[in-house]
T-cell receptor, first 113, second 113 residues
Framework: DTAVSQTPKYLVTQMGNDKSIKCEQN?????MYWYKQDSKKFLKIMFS???????INETVPNRFSPKSPDKAHLNLHINSLELGDSAVYFC????????????FGPGTRLTVT | GNSVTQMEGPVTLSEEAFLTINCTYT??????LFWYVQYPGEGLQLLLK?????DKGSNKGFEATYRKETTSFHLEKGSVQVSDSAVYFC????????????FGKGTKLTVNP
């Protein structure tokens, strides 16, 4: 059983398109996150939701819009894709908003051409 | 703000060599400290953690001790294996703040037979 799953694993698209990445966790966790990992492996948090409520929104262009239909799912929609959006996007979850371990999904490699 | 500095890689070792990856942090209060590992093509997995000063985290032969006086959390392993080849990330999670994980830039380790 996969704890944190993401779809798709790979996404290749052209500049200007709109795309979505989906994330689901079956751990019963309350908190979910989106991270972006650039080509140099640097990881930066983008968003965090706790019980479907947005609690962290880093300085991310508003072309990126997270949506949490329930606490087991956190999707990421990206409008008007740009070349600089090419990266690996990781979803993660944790039991709560304290200093807990986070469980990561396998990542979605987005390539914008 | 909170930050993590870890040694730049890449690090290349022969099998059975001793490994140290340095990590220092800047944080207010009393953060929890983590080492995550990312194997090729996969998401991050928690390797070990420590939640208070002088705690030692250990797993799979890896160890790290939370040193408040030197604000450090260096990762060590006495005898590395080829299967330890991966990217290692030091991270901290602050209490009472936004509870987000702040990562170091990652250190790529390659172990040769």
């Amino acid at each position: 059983d996969t704890a944190v799953s993401q779809t798709p694993k790979y996404l290749v698209t052209q500049m200007g398109n709109d795309k979505s990445i989906k994330c689901e966790q079956n751990l019963g966790h309350d908190t979910m996150y989106w991270y972006k990992q650039d080509s140099k492996k640097f990881l930066k948090i983008m968003f965090s939701y706790n019980n479907k409520e947005l609690i962290i929104n880093e300085t991310v262009p508003n072309r990126f819009s997270p949506k949490s239909p329930d606490k087991a799912h956190l999707n990421l929609h990206i409008n008007s894709l740009e070349l600089g959006d090419s990266a690996v996007y990781f979803c993660a979850s944790s039991p709560g908003t304290g200093a807990y371990e986070q469980y990561f999904g396998p990542g979605t490699r987005l390539t914008v051409t | 703000g909170n930050s993590v500095t870890q040694m730049e890689g890449p690090v290349t070792l022969s099998e059975e060599a001793f490994l140290t990856i340095n990590c220092t942090y800047t944080a207010t209060g009393y953060p929890s400290l983590f080492w995550y590992v990312q194997y090729p093509g996969e998401g991050l997995q928690l390797l070990l953690k420590a939640t208070k000063a002088d705690d030692k985290g250990s797993n799979k032969g890896f160890e790290a001790t939370y040193r408040k006086e030197t604000t450090s959390f260096h990762l060590e392993k006495g005898s590395v294996q080829v299967s330890d080849s991966a990217v290692y990330f030091c991270a901290l999670s602050s209490q009472g703040g936004s509870e987000k994980l702040v990562f170091g830039k990652g250190t790529k380790l390659t172990v040769n037979p």
